[in-house]
């Protein structure tokens, strides 16, 4: 299990969950991201402007090559010689604030900082440097430590970076001021929406100028994002520049004005294996997903679609079901309340966003899960009923949430609830064992006052069979596994009780059977028994008459101590078999067998190890007022305490 639960009354929660809101990236997919399409303006002349290119490899690993448009898809040669695939190679470099490092131990290529920015640092190389005909070639030669970052890290001693806007929600840019021989250049990464917005110009890859943004050009270029999010399930970003006037050293947000758009870069983040599965889990059990991502809203939707989110054969489905943050915020106050009914995408949101969608579902009677990986997103998990906090994730997020996954993985979410019903099904046996187990004893004691029998049980028996013989079976029932059908059911209602009429009526059930049974035994072996007294009920119900001599039978018998024995065995016995009942809450044991608990079936082998000491070592049997049965007697105790399996069947 990789589910940390930091507030224990949290496990009972998580059994209530009706909604969980996901991230997406690193969540329900696998954060190993990888560029493998760049689009680029080659020139405004001609038709089609935009120019796509494909990238091999998938891994951290600098290993791969650009591929060039068109069907045959030769290697570039010489990318870096190509005006705008030099430019997004340096902008993926400057732009970016990770690592990647190459252990030798492991031989392991290995990320430092957010995957998105780690598979730009990877184009780079791929890219190259300029200027070198064998450039390609003579990487290779290189170590596998010098080779992982050997064109990052030519670019940054090229350039002095001077000053850094770090990426926020609602601008989804982040720009960095370089400087090269007295040259002060703007290098802006972010959302394609927000850069395209900001550009006025754009650069062409064909004879490297620079000329204005029309809006035509802007929508194809709009277009091929919508490409890449909706039918090839890449996130987008888009890499632009702004040369700054000479001795700029500072910026400001509105420095990040009047950019040339370079190009596109579209990420491969494939959805983890596991993740729709555990979607289809989600769905049987009556909880709703709902995926809350920074993502372009396209490519949202072609994730869910992929993950059985969302219908996967109906393009038009999404309405309704996908907002983003502005849409969102566009809607009134009713209309929103619908919308979160509905709801199971939510994209290019903002933290805002997350605490208000929280508000909304909690209103509505919902217990709500949310994931939150950033300080920003401490808000949202703190309201929510259940937060969960990513194990990569900072570490105000994990202090405000009730719950950590350490693997980051969607999945473990769903095992998670499916643990939390587990466990509060197992409390439930856990008291159902005690309570009826409790009643039959109560039964006992008071049937037998009132049929004016002898005493059942002495003090010290009843002790021994509450603290011993009972406890190691209930404390095994903690080791229940779910039932197979534990996320085929609704999710409870918080303010269930947890006995309710029917339970407790089965609780009374099994308790009087086995108090009328433990009794039973001990009226058998005076009135039934061939080798007892062979007492009719009359005689044994008149013990306290009895006076030495005056019947045919010795007063002393009363005191024999194999009856009450009898009586204890049943009672214990009796009880193994309600522990078996006790597997699981509604099936059968020929649905759920003995075997599946094996630490139950330790309990009662010990418990009744134990219960046969004190029968047949002297001492014992002194201590505890019994007597050792024979075979005769066993068969009758038996015979007596199997049918509560078939009382509770």
């Keep these: 299990y990789h589910a940390i639960v930091r507030s224990l009354p949290s496990v009972e929660t998580l059994g209530c969950t009706t909604v969980i809101c996901s991230d997406k990236t690193g969540t329900l997919t696998t954060n190993m991201m990888s560029v493998s399409k760049m689009c680029v303006v080659g020139s405004v002349d001609r038709a089609p402007c935009t120019i796509d290119y494909a990238v091999t490899g998938s891994t951290y690993a600098p290993e791969g090559v650009i591929l060039e448009p068109g069907m045959d898809r030769k290697a570039v040669p010489h990318p870096a010689d190509l005006p705008c695939l030099l430019h997004m190679g340096m902008i993926a470099s400057l732009c970016n604030d990770s690592q990647v490092q190459y252990n030798q131990e492991s031989g392991q290529y290995q990320k430092i900082g957010e995957a998105t920015e780690v598979a730009l640092r990877v184009l780079a190389e791929k890219v190259g440097l300029p200027g070198f005909d064998s450039m390609p070639h003579a990487l290779t030669r290189l170590s596998k430590q010098d080779r992982v970052s050997y064109c990052n890290n030519y670019w940054e001693g090229q350039f002095t970076r001077l000053a850094t806007l770090e990426f926020t929600r609602d601008r989804k840019m982040m720009s960095v001021l370089c400087t090269r021989k007295n040259q002060e250049i703007l290098f802006v990464k972010g959302?394609?929406?927000?850069?395209?917005?900001?550009?006025?110009?754009?650069?062409?890859?064909?004879?490297?100028?620079?000329?204005?943004?029309?809006?035509?050009?802007?929508?194809?270029?709009?277009?091929?994002?919508?490409?890449?999010?909706?039918?090839?399930?890449?996130?987008?970003?888009?890499?632009?520049?702004?040369?700054?006037?000479?001795?700029?050293?500072?910026?400001?947000?509105?420095?990040?004005?009047?950019?040339?758009?370079?190009?596109?870069?579209?990420?491969?983040?494939?959805?983890?294996?596991?993740?729709?599965?555990?979607?289809?889990?989600?769905?049987?059990?009556?909880?709703?997903?709902?995926?809350?991502?920074?993502?372009?809203?396209?490519?949202?939707?072609?994730?869910?679609?992929?993950?059985g989110v969302l219908d996967s054969l109906d393009e038009t489905v999404g309405a309704g079901k996908s907002f983003t943050g502005i849409e969102f915020d566009n809607l009134s106050e009713g209309e929103r309340n619908e919308a979160v009914q509905s709801m199971a995408l939510f994209s290019r949101v903002e933290p805002s966003h997350k605490s208000k969608l929280v508000e909304l579902l909690k209103a509505q009677n919902q217990v709500v899960a949310m994931t939150g990986d950033g300080v920003n997103d401490a808000p949202a998990l703190k309201k929510a009923n259940i937060g969960v906090a990513m194990g990569s994730g900072t570490a105000v997020a994990k202090g405000a949430s009730d719950m950590v996954l350490a693997d980051d993985n969607f999945a473990t979410i769903v095992k998670a609830v499916e643990e939390g019903r587990a466990i509060f099904s197992n409390t439930k046996q856990f008291i159902r064992y005690m309570v009826s187990s409790n009643i039959g004893e109560v039964v006992c004691i008071f049937l037998a006052s009132a049929l004016g029998m002898p005493e059942t049980l002495v003090p010290v028996q009843l002790l021994w069979v509450n603290l011993v013989t009972d406890g190691l079976p209930a404390t095994a029932l903690g080791f229940n596994k779910p039932d197979s059908d534990i996320m085929m059911c609704r999710p409870r209602k918080v303010d269930e009780a947890i006995v309710n009429g029917w339970m407790f009526f089965r609780y009374l059930v099994i308790g009087v059977y086995v108090g009328l049974v433990t009794v039973g035994g001990y009226g058998w072996w005076y009135t039934m028994y061939e080798d007892g007294p062979m007492l009719t009920w009359a005689q044994l119900t008149s013990f306290s008459e009895c006076v030495e001599g005056a019947q045919s039978y010795s007063c002393k018998i009363f005191s024999d101590r194999r009856a009450s024995t009898i009586s204890m065995s049943v009672l214990v016995v009796v009880e193994m078999f309600n522990a078996l009942n006790a597997l699981s809450e509604n099936n059968s044991l020929l649905h759920t067998p003995p075997w599946s608990n094996l630490w139950l079936l330790a309990a009662i082998t010990l418990s009744m190890i134990l219960h046969i000491c004190i029968l047949y070592i002297p001492a014992l049997a002194m201590i505890f007022l019994v007597a050792p049965l024979n075979l005769a007697e066993w068969k009758c105790v038996v015979y007596f305490s199997f049918p509560v399996i078939l009382v509770d069947e």
Excluded: W
Aim: aromatic residues 2%; contains cysteine.
């Design 191 to 307: 959302a394609p929406e927000s850069v395209l917005a900001a550009s006025t110009h754009v650069l062409c890859n064909d004879d490297n100028s620079a000329v204005p943004l029309s809006d035509v050009l802007r929508a194809q270029i709009l277009d091929r994002v919508y490409d890449y999010g909706r039918r090839q399930t890449l996130r987008v970003l888009a890499l632009a520049l702004r040369p700054m006037p000479s001795g700029h050293q500072s910026l400001k947000l509105a420095d990040e004005t009047k950019l040339t758009f370079v190009g596109l870069v579209g990420m491969m983040d494939p959805p983890r294996e596991e993740v729709k599965g555990a979607v289809e889990t989600c769905r049987t059990a009556g909880i709703r997903l709902i995926v809350v991502t920074g993502d372009n809203k396209a490519t949202a939707e072609a994730v869910c679609r992929r993950i």
